[in-house]
């Protein structure tokens, strides 16, 4: 049974393809929703209830300021942020305000995805 669920709205198709093969691999992880439409994602978090929600990561490199106000009301969902090209990653919730993750294998991209929230 699927530990996590995570909700894909990274704008790069390519990106998101890549993603859900990863998630497809997993028997921890279950894809609940593809949101390609920003507007649908409050809507998508209140009813699917995610632990993940992946976005995309802008050029200049900063999460986007909405994901405060998301967690604000969602405090349990975490949110990661992913450069198009895939060489930079954010992660971001609560407890942990921000923290920035480079160099990672597509396995240990996996094991976080797969960690319960501790």
């Known amino acids: 049974m699927p530990e996590q669920r995570i909700v894909l709205a990274n704008g790069s198709r390519l ?9 497809f691999k997993s028997d921890k992880l279950e894809l609940v929703r593809e949101v390609t439409d920003q507007k649908e994602l409050p809507s998508v978090i ?9 976005v995309s990561l802008p050029f200049d490199n900063v999460v986007p300021p909405w994901v405060d106000s998301f967690m604000v009301s969602h405090p349990s969902v975490r949110f990661m942020a992913l450069a198009i090209d895939g060489s930079k990653i954010k992660m971001k ?5 921000e923290q920035e993750l480079d160099g990672l294998s597509l396995n240990e991209l996996l094991h976080i995805l797969e960690s319960p929230v501790s």
């Open 93 to 97: 919730w609560l407890e942990v305000h």
């Open 46 to 54: 209140e009813h699917t209830n995610p632990e993940w929600v992946i």
């Open 15 to 23: 990106l998101r393809d890549m993603l859900k093969r990863i998630i």
